[in-house]
């Protein structure tokens, strides 16, 4: 009776919900739903709420301080990638989401919740379920936790059509204003889907942007902690050796001098051994260091680079421990030093690509070098890129174009993605910038085929484009498909994977700014240029 009844009350909720084409209401049903069913565990339906800036219970009564979790918050990033229901049971053992473990439990402790349901949508959480322990402690059954798994399918199917239809009306309105009134309003309406879509690829940047700027942080945080150690161990040395300041002066001026011979250099274990083996008779020749100190200076050296300076061998082979400790330090200070400075630069680099690729759209276009645009947007996709993806640059010298950087950072950033996903994160991405002319006329409400727009391209001084050509490895997109993938809302990715506006924004972006879009595709090889006017009208 109990399996009818959740049977019965799934259909009766899949008709209701299906009507709804607006998602916070759509969220409260869910709500309703499992409160009529799983009277005796006090569900709670947690959505994010603009005002509070956090994920917080649909229910009034229900909100407290405590249960309050922003979006940034490392379980709900984590959460964001699964599709699967999770007991409290799953984070008890250390083996399984070890990574996850710490957060997941806390966000278990706060709430008391026994069962936990995601509801995802492109990667991103809309909302979240979860039950409490049952006050006669019977544990949950496997028919219950298949209904729960069904409403969430249904409910993230009616939350994809009350997106769908949100924007479908947006665009009905805009589409029955006035005739005047209609191309700015259509241009806000491109404008404000641009940046959904900008929003949308940074959601799921957002926990590889974290993980690229913990790197550098945690190398800058070692770093410091080393230099502290080996400052330290030089005072010591000092005041328990009496080092004079002379020997200090020449040890310090070498040690710095380190610096421009060579970064920190790795050998194989045969290498190495080689190398070692004609290394310590150079520094036993001076008889003031015993074997095994010799072999101890040797692998200084080789893993400093600092084999082939005579100064550098000299004091190592003539220097007393306490000497060769200091000099060690110094060595590794400034190396510290180094390692500090490329990974605040790479830190700023990261933020400074990220600040430019989430500005908002400016009305007012500027003269922009589109390879810095290709670079801020590659940095910001970097975690995508790194695993299993080379990207190959091969950029020329071009003239600055009149044009919305903004635009042209969504224009890479779409593209980009579409090759990530095509390639399943394994391949080559090759970017080729050029300015060349263009011979003929064409026209800019045109695709053209890749190989044509080739043909066409010139080196005279008039009619001058800058191309911007991104090609990947990809398996190719079907013939059958290629006249389709620019019409809004046509996409052959599976459910919640994708729009189906890139490409369509893409095109209208580019004719916008007066450009020429060409495209091409077959098995290994898919490619779209873009073709810019230098002197735009």
Known sequence: MRNASLSLKRRQYQKNIITLLNIEEA??????????????????????????????????????????????????????????????????????????????????????AEILVPFNLNRSVLAILYLKKRGNNNPYTKKELRFLLEIRDITIVSLSNAALYERLHAM????????KERTSELSNAQAQLIQQEKMASLGVMVAGIAHEINTPTSVVSGAAENISVNLRHILDEIVAHKIPIESMRHLVEEGLRSRTIKTTVTHTAIEKMRLKRG??????????IELAEAEIRADFLL?????????ILKICAMSGIAEFNIFRAIVNIDKNFRNMHFALTAILNIVKALKHYSHR???????TDVREGLENTLT??????????QVNRHYEDVSM????????????????????????????????????????????????????????????ATNRYVLIS???????????????????????????????????????????????????????????TIALPVTSP
Request: glycine residues 8%.
């Open 27 to 112: 969220i409260a049903r869910v709500q309703e739903l499992i409160d009529e069913i799983f009277v005796d565990t006090h569900p709670i339906v947690l959505y994010w709420n603009d005002q509070a800036g956090a994920f917080i219970p649909v229910k009034p009564n229900d909100r407290t301080s405590e249960i309050k979790f922003r979006i940034f918050d490392d379980f709900i990033l984590w959460l964001g990638e699964q599709e699967r229901i999770f007991n409290h049971h799953d984070f008890a053992l250390e083996r399984r989401f070890p990574k996850i473990r710490e957060a997941a439990l806390k966000f278990f402790k706060v709430t008391q």
């Open 172 to 179: 009905l309105y805009h589409l029955e204003e006035k005739v």
């Open 279 to 288: 290394l310590v008779p150079q520094l036993l020749t001076e008889k003031r």
């Open 303 to 311: 893993d400093f680079g600092l084999s082939d300076d005579a100064p």
């Open 361 to 367: 759209d400016q009305a007012e276009a500027e003269n």
């Open 380 to 389: 910001v996709f970097h975690n995508q890129l790194k695993h299993g993806i």
């Open 401 to 460: 174009i009149t044009c919305n950087p903004g635009e042209l950072n969504q224009i890479y950033s779409n593209l980009l993605v579409n090759s990530v996903q095509a390639m399943k994160g394994e391949g080559s991405i090759d970017i080729f910038v050029r300015e060349r002319s263009i011979e003929g006329a064409l026209d800019v409400k045109q695709v053209y085929d890749d190989a044509k727009l080739e043909s066409m391209l010139g080196s005279d």
């Open 470 to 528: 991104l090609q990947d490895s990809g398996p190719g997109i079907p013939k059958e498909n290629q006249l389709k993938i620019f019409d809004p809302f046509f996409t052959t990715k599976a459910p919640g994977e994708g729009t189906g506006l890139g490409l369509g924004i893409i095109r209208n972006i580019i004719m916008k700014h007066n450009g020429i879009l060409g495209f091409s595709s077959v098995p290994g090889c898919t490619r779209f």
